[in-house]
């Protein structure tokens, strides 16, 4: 079982940053792919990017591609999402997940993540 809390989400200026966190526990966190997502009002959860459980492979949704990055920490549990020039189209409710297959490659499907966070809020105005 793991369990995720996320945080660092808030109120933003078009162009500016903000860096999500998200603290997990269990204790097959290190070994399980990890992924962020979003959802926006009105419209499904969406990927936006995931990473390998060692950290060295990651992948990204085209829309955030060059703007986000996610990395990890396995030895504080940890995985982030340092987002940068952030545009009014990236207000959405941002998740953090992990799927439960050891050592998997991630997956950019809602569908494959078996441990999800509440989500936290990210606004960005013009």
Request: aromatic fraction near 12%.
């Amino acid at each position: 079982q793991v369990q995720l809390v996320e945080s660092g989400g808030g109120l933003v200026q078009a162009g500016g940053s903000l860096r999500l966190s998200c603290a997990a526990s269990g204790r097959t966190f290190s070994s399980c792919p990890a992924g962020w997502f979003r959802q926006a009002p009105g419209k499904e959860r969406e990927f936006v990017a995931a990473i390998t459980y060692n950290g060295i492979t990651t992948y990204y949704a085209d829309s955030v591609k060059g703007r986000f990055t996610i990395s990890r920490d396995n030895a504080n549990n940890a995985v982030f999402l340092q987002m940068n020039s952030l545009k009014l189209e990236d207000t959405a409710v941002y998740y953090c997940a992990v799927d439960r297959a050891l050592w998997g490659v991630p997956s950019i499907k809602v569908s494959e993540y078996d441990y999800w966070g509440q989500g936290t809020q990210v606004t960005v105005s013009s």
